[in-house]
């Protein structure tokens, strides 16, 4: 249940950053009227993990809108997404699978981490994670030390590199993270080091580790920090692996599409309420299959990917434990009120319904219907729908005749392209916004005037939130890529590009500016 956990799994939720502040997030819950907004400077968790006996997270969704009543809206084109049966697990073991196994199978020998981790500072300059042991007790938060299969002690990246993210300061686990440098190749940053005096086990590892990144670094390197490049990892990956054998190719046994497509990783805790994953709902079945192709850098062999699959049940499990945090600033409890109508008038339909008090602690009271929205009515970016039909159709056609397709089904374009309305718990802490990354605050989802063509953020130091339009503060440019050195362009988000388009979603174009200002505060009781 939300705010109700062992003692243990308390210390998970949120964990410091260089930060000696106590926690600002509140996970009892927000009333209407902002009495329990979790007022900053509250010693209290920002993740929690639901106990399995009810609710929302067991069901995989309710299935239902946002009332009968609902007035003719976008959401009578959606399509409803049938549920799928997920295999049970083990929340509490698939936190321990999550931050100590060699699910990513290949990485540093541990006799040469000292050397080589300041060269990938950028994904090893984080601090350790509370809890763990042993050789991963002070290792960063998002590396696990295992022993390979050779038996040599490697560590590797685990998926909180990319699913654990920083809001006031903290570390929330689950949340997207969107501000690490993907501009950048890490494996011309590697290829700096001299061929090291090592062991042969150790070399070849090294040696193993190196070369994939090579593979990735040309297809993965994004445009803007903070964007994420999941979609081309996992493209890289599958045209790189035999589809019977899982066994690994230097050169590609397919071609790749050379275009870069941002991502903006969604939170975890919206999982145990949807159908489908992937912004395009297209994983359907088994979830899965997908989230073990995304970690398969080193997987070679189907006896490889069943025995992480062995236990995948479990991690997948604690995916769909975790629980939106609760707004941790002063809520306007007169001004969310005036914002509830708009929303259920507005959004609700698509995003549906959020109740409060204890029901909305457990998710029982929630209502989210599971729609798939075509291309023509959402309006927004269309590359990311159109990837497994339009710009990669053969990854598709091999994922699904891979042994990951035995777990998880690839359906792209059932019953047409688009993109689903995603569950809004705890939409505040996930900014920017769209698939993209390419809006920087919710002002700007519900208003797409407000929307910059080229902007940047002020800086990534995540205490700074505006609190009026619920997002990072930016500076809106007046140029992009075109003209800016290489230094500048990185840090600026330009939605004139391929895939970074900001248009679509223009739902709330017609609201008042006064009705925009409540659904905004009734958004931070979400």
């Known amino acids: 249940m939300r705010g109700r956990l062992p003692s243990r799994w308390r210390a998970l939720g949120v964990l410091g950053c260089c930060c000696a502040s106590a926690c600002a997030f509140d996970a009892t819950g927000a009333t209407p009227g902002g009495s329990s907004s979790g007022a900053a400077g509250e010693n209290t968790t920002a993740v929690t993990a639901d106990s399995g006996e009810s609710g929302a997270a067991s069901t995989g969704g309710s299935g239902e809108g946002g009332g009968a009543s609902l007035p003719p809206g976008p959401w009578d084109d959606g399509w409803p997404i049938p549920a799928e049966p997920q ?4 929340p509490e073991a698939g936190w321990q699978r999550l931050v100590t196994e060699g699910y ?3 990485g540093i020998p541990m006799s040469m981490w000292v050397l080589l981790a300041p060269l990938q500072s950028e994904f090893t300059d984080r601090p350790p994670l509370p809890g763990r042991t042993g050789d991963n007790e002070q290792m960063p938060y998002n590396w696990n030390v295992h022993l390979s299969k050779t038996g040599v002690k490697v560590a590797s990246q685990n998926c909180l590199t990319c699913h654990a993210g920083r809001f006031d300061g903290e570390l929330v686990i689950g949340l997207g993270d969107v501000d690490t440098d993907f501009t950048q190749r890490v494996d011309q940053l590697l290829a700096l080091l001299p061929t090291p005096d090592l062991p042969a086990g150790d070399l070849d590892e090294l040696s193993r580790f190196i070369e994939r990144l090579k593979v990735l670094g040309p297809y993965t390197t994004m445009r803007t920090i903070g964007t994420n490049p999941a979609e081309s990892i996992a493209v890289t990956l599958v045209a790189h692996h035999d589809r019977d054998t899982l066994a690994w190719s230097d050169e590609p046994l397919q071609a790749l599409p050379e275009i870069i497509v941002p991502s903006d990783p969604p939170p975890w805790w919206r999982a145990h309420k949807k159908n489908a994953l992937f912004y395009n709902a297209m994983a359907r079945g088994d979830h899965r299959g997908t989230m073990m192709l995304a970690s398969s850098l080193c997987t070679d062999s189907v006896a490889d990917a069943t025995a992480i699959a062995n236990y995948f049940d ?3 499990a604690f995916v769909r434990s975790l629980r939106a945090p ?3 600033y002063a809520i306007d ?5 005036a914002g509830e109508p708009v929303f259920l ?7 549906g319904t959020y109740a409060q008090g204890e029901a909305g602690r457990t998710d029982e009271g929630d209502t989210y219907p599971n729609l798939l929205f075509p291309l023509d009515v959402i309006g927004t970016d269309p590359v990311v729908a159109e990837g497994g039909t339009k710009w990669a159709p053969q990854m598709v056609q091999w994922y699904n005749a891979s042994y990951y397709g035995s777990i998880t089904t690839m359906v792209p374009d059932d019953p047409f392209p688009g993109y689903a309305a995603p ?3 705890g939409i505040w802490a996930t900014a920017p916004f769209f698939h993209n990354g390419s809006v920087p605050n919710l002002a700007g989802v519900i208003d797409s005037s407000k929307r910059p063509t080229f902007w940047q953020r002020v800086d990534h130091d995540t205490t700074h939130f505006d609190q009026d339009n619920l997002g990072w503060p930016y500076l809106a440019l007046d140029h992009g890529h075109d003209g800016a050195s290489a230094a500048e362009a990185k840090h600026i988000y330009d939605t004139t590009q391929f895939a970074h388009g900001n248009g ?3 739902f709330g174009d017609d609201l008042g500016d006064a009705e925009r200002r409540a659904l905004l505060e009734y958004l931070k009781t979400l």
């Not at 409890?333 to 009120?337: C, I, T, V």
Request: proline share 10%; with cysteine.
């Open 345 to 351: 008038a507005h959004c609700a339909g698509c995003h």
């Open 423 to 425: 569950p809004l718990d």
């Open 326 to 328: 609760v707004y941790p």
């Open 314 to 316: 479990d991690i997948h």
């Open 104 to 106: 990513v199978a290949c």
């Open 333 to 337: 409890p007169a001004l969310a009120d």
């Open 87 to 90: 295999l049970e697990g083990d």
């Open 504 to 506: 679509g979603h223009d």
